[in-house]
Structures are given as C-alpha cells and as structure tokens.
C-alpha cells in the first residue's frame, strides 16, 4: 500500500517525514506516519458482511484506511459494525504505538487541560510519543473522550472528566492551560461560562503551578488583538478590542487570562509562558452534542465542498485571514514551553488570504482529491455570500519575528498540503459513515 499513501511536501519542496524538531539539545522529533495512524484514523467502523456481500465495500474501507497509515493499523481499534441488528461491537487496540523510554529525570508529568479538543488532542499524542506522563482533564463540552482513547490504558496516560471552574489537586512539572472552547458558536453558546472558565479556571491552573512549581503554558489568542489597527500584529501591539459586543466573552475572557497569568508571574515568581495563537487548522471532528461542522471557517468549507453544497462566504470574501496546520502549531507550543521565554508569543502563518481566496483553494482541492481518489470529475460548487457577523475582523495576520528569533520556529507546512491531508480525512470519514 505504501506506493499509494500520502507524501507531504514542506515549503521547501522537502518531502516532511517527522514533525519535532532536535535542537537546543531537546529532541522532540516523531515520525509523521505514526503519528498520522493516530490522528488520521484513531478509531475507524468496518461493516460486517452478512447475507449481501459486503465484501468488496469492506476492501475499500481498509485501502483507504492504509493509505493513511502505511500499515500502522495495530495501532487503531477497529469496531465492526452489524447491520442485521444494527449493533456495533467495539474493539481495543492490540498494541499501543511505542513511545521513548526516558530517564526519570527527563520524564516530566505534564497536564493538559482541554486535553480531548482539537489543539489539545494533537498535543496529547505528541506529549505521549515523546515519553512523557500525561493528564488530561476537560469536561467534554466540546472535546470528546473518541479524541484520545486511543491512549486510554497506557501506563503513562490519564484521563479526568473535570471542569477547571473547579480547583483541582495533582503533582505535575508542566501544564499546557487549553481548556476554553474557541470557535465562535461554542464560546457564544454559553457566554457567562466562557468567562468563567477563562478567568476561574486559569486563576485555579495558576494557583496549582504556583503550589507545584510547575512551569505554566496558556493558550491565548490572536483575538486579544481585536479587529486590529496595525497589521501584522506584534505582541506588543495592545488591541482593538469591543469589550461588550458577543465576541467578547472570548476576546476578553483570554485578555483578562494574560493579565492573570503575568499577576502570577510578578507576585509569585510562576514560570509562565503565553502562546496567542493565531488561526489553525487540522483533523477534527467533534463528536459531541454539538454541529460537526463547528463553525471554523475551513471544516465549513471542506464539508460543505464534500457534500456538493453551496459554500458560505460570510461579508464580500474580502477580509483576510491566515491559517497555519495544527502541526506547525504544536511544533511551537512545545518549543515554547520549553524555552525561557516568558514574553507573549505569537504561533501563526504569515501566509495570507482573503477569504473568497481561500474558498476556491478549498474547492479546487477538494475536486482534486475527489479526482484522485475515486477517478470522478465532479462540478465545481457554488460560492454564496452571506452577512458577515459583528465584530468579525477584517484582517489579520501574525508578526512572528518573535517566534522565530526566541524559539527558531517557523510554519513549515503549506496551506495547501494540510489541506489535503483534511479533505481525504474528512472524505473518509463521510465514505466511513461517521460524519
Ligand atoms: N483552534 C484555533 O485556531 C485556536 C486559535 C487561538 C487560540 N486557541 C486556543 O487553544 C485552546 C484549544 O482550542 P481548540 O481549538 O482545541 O478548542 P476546542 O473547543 O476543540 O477544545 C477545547 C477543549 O477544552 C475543553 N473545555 C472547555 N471548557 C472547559 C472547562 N470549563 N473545563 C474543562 N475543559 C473544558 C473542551 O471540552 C475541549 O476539549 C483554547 O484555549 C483556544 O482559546 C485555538
């Protein structure tokens, strides 16, 4: 199968084989396919054959699924679903993927709050490759257990359902603080809680490193930037912030969150390390009670391209944005939090589009996979405008002189190239069933 799998090319036009890095004597390095035979494909649903013959459905199923992992499948549970009675028996994994063996003295217990999310699952897998013991605790509000059962067992893994509005006890030597939902209809959803969790939850994180001693990382946000008066944006740019409009349970909640943290770090001597990330991308799907498509501009577009829908561009198409692939973003967190610097940082890609731009790259590779995959030329869709929300910023884009100069970090991944790797895996999931 491996003349068919996926190859990814980096910026340079080098074929990427890991993602990590090796330098300042810290190896972080892993190898991208076993990486890509958890996140890809963690868990994956077969059919059972039964009086039809499901047979030739089912090959298609697992070539598909190989081309993803390059015969890394011992490390997936496969279910197998049977339509006769409609039930579904799962299965565990036969072999958890291996991991580094550390000394107890580089091993670290590291926490990982919103640890079952988009950012926070790609962490997870990370963190756990590399050796480390991990804990995650979120209360699945809009992460889900499915992101990383695949861990579930290891002797080096830990899963707490836990809301950090409450305070929570634990020895650990780093904590990644992600718990806070990020796209727009989740944070909206509830905006009291939204507050509460960015400023109780990280006042509790804070309180737990500063009794630990642990070193504290939080995830902030291009949106302490606002709709922004100066482009790119630096970190020492203050923001143009509405402090009452809908968005600002957020955009607020995550300002207060920094003021937080630095309050720790001058009274207490916490060692604290700020990330604001900027626009990101990558394999997700919540499967919570909420919509699979959840309101991140480029799975709206990808699903909606999939299905052969119209796809929605909100305003003229002319605000821009840009999107780093969640690959490059936890190659800089983890620089980060392991660097001395304590400044804010942003983590984004400079490369910028409008998003009409953006639209039609989606589309046109969504036609290419398609083309790809299964030989079909299929039509292209319609791109349809509607009114574009309050307060959505016109333009944004990330100064990342800081990044690259403190940490030696810099978005390796193409727009393009993470974008395929998401249609095909969004693609499968739809051909599988599960979206
Ligand atoms: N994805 C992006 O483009 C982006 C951009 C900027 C900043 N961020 C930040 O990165 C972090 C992770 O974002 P994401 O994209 O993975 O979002 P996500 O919604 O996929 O993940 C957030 C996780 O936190 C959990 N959570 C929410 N409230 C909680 C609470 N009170 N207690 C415990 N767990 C809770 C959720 O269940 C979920 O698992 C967030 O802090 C977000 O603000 C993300």
């Known amino acids: 199968?491996?003349?068919?799998?996926?190859?990814?090319?980096?910026?340079?036009?080098?074929?990427?084989?890991?993602?990590?890095?090796?330098?300042?004597?810290?190896?972080?390095?892993?190898?991208?396919?076993?990486?890509?035979?958890?996140?890809?494909?963690?868990?994956y649903v077969l059919t059972a054959p039964s009086n039809t013959d499901f047979s030739q459905e089912d090959a298609?199923?697992?070539?598909?699924?190989?081309?993803?992992?390059?015969?890394?499948?011992?490390?997936?549970?496969?279910?197998?679903?049977?339509?006769?009675?409609?039930?579904?028996?799962?299965?565990?994994?036969?072999?958890?993927?291996?991991?580094?063996?550390?000394?107890?003295?580089?091993?670290?217990?590291?926490?990982?709050?919103?640890?079952?999310?988009?950012?926070?699952?790609?962490?997870?897998?990370?963190?756990?490759?590399?050796?480390?013991?991990?804990?995650?605790?979120?209360?699945?509000?809009?992460?889900?257990?499915?992101?990383?059962?695949?861990?579930?067992?290891h002797p080096n893994f830990e899963m707490v359902r836990h809301d950090v509005v409450e305070p929570f006890m634990i020895e650990c030597d780093q904590i990644y603080h992600l718990a806070?939902?990020?796209?727009?209809?989740?944070?909206?959803?509830?905006?009291?809680?939204?507050?509460?969790?960015?400023?109780?939850?990280?006042?509790?994180?804070?309180?737990?490193?500063?009794?630990?001693?642990?070193?504290?990382?939080?995830?902030?946000?291009?949106?302490?930037?606002?709709?922004?008066?100066?482009?790119?944006?630096?970190?020492?740019?203050?923001?143009?912030?509405?402090?009452?409009?809908?968005?600002?349970?957020?955009?607020?909640?995550k300002r207060v969150a920094e003021t937080l943290t630095y309050g720790f770090h001058r009274q207490d001597g916490v060692d604290v390390r700020v990330a604001r990330i900027f626009n990101t991308y990558g394999t997700f799907i919540l499967l919570s009670h909420l919509n699979p498509a959840d309101g991140r501009v480029v799975s709206n577009f990808i699903m909606q391209a999939l299905r052969g829908e119209d796809m929605t561009v909100y305003g003229d198409g002319t605000q821009t944005r840009s999107f780093q692939y969640i690959h490059d973003l936890i190659d800089g967190l983890i620089a980060l939090?392991?660097?001395?610097?304590?400044?804010?940082?942003?983590?984004?890609?400079?490369?910028?589009?409008?998003?009409?731009?953006?639209?039609?790259?989606?589309?046109?590779?969504?036609?290419?996979?398609?083309?790809?995959?299964d030989g079909v030329e299929t039509p292209p869709v319609n791109i349809i405008h509607k009114p574009i929300p309050t307060d959505d910023p016109q333009k944004r884009r990330p100064d990342t002189s800081r990044a690259k100069e403190t940490l030696d970090w810099q978005p390796r991944w193409t727009v393009e190239m993470g974008l395929e790797e998401m249609v095909r895996y969004y693609k499968a999931k739809l051909t599988e069933g599960s979206l």
């Open 1 to 43: 199968m491996a003349s068919s799998a996926i190859r990814v090319l980096d910026k340079s036009g080098q074929e990427i084989k890991t993602v990590g890095f090796n330098r300042f004597g810290f190896d972080c390095e892993v190898p991208i396919d076993v990486l890509r035979s958890l996140y890809l494909r963690p868990h």
């Open 60 to 153: 298609k199923e697992e070539e598909l699924h190989a081309k993803f992992t390059r015969g890394l499948s011992s490390y997936q549970s496969k279910s197998i679903f049977h339509p006769d009675t409609y039930s579904i028996s799962y299965t565990t994994l036969t072999r958890f993927p291996p991991v580094k063996l550390l000394s107890p003295l580089e091993r670290k217990r590291i926490l990982v709050t919103g640890g079952a999310g988009f950012v926070g699952s790609h962490l997870v897998d990370r963190l756990m490759l590399l050796g480390h013991e991990v804990t995650v605790i979120d209360n699945f509000f809009t992460g889900s257990k499915t992101t990383i059962s695949h861990w579930i067992g």
């Open 180 to 253: 806070c939902p990020a796209s727009p209809p989740h944070y909206q959803f509830n905006a009291v809680k939204t507050i509460k969790t960015s400023f109780m939850g990280t006042l509790n994180m804070l309180g737990l490193a500063k009794r630990t001693k642990a070193r504290f990382l939080i995830t902030s946000t291009s949106e302490v930037y606002g709709d922004p008066e100066v482009h790119p944006q630096h970190e020492d740019y203050w923001g143009h912030v509405n402090p009452i409009g809908p968005r600002a349970c957020y955009d607020e909640g």
């Open 337 to 373: 939090m392991n660097s001395k610097e304590t400044r804010p940082v942003n983590i984004g890609n400079g490369d910028e589009f409008t998003i009409g731009d953006f639209a039609r790259l989606v589309r046109d590779t969504v036609k290419k996979v398609k083309k790809e995959d």
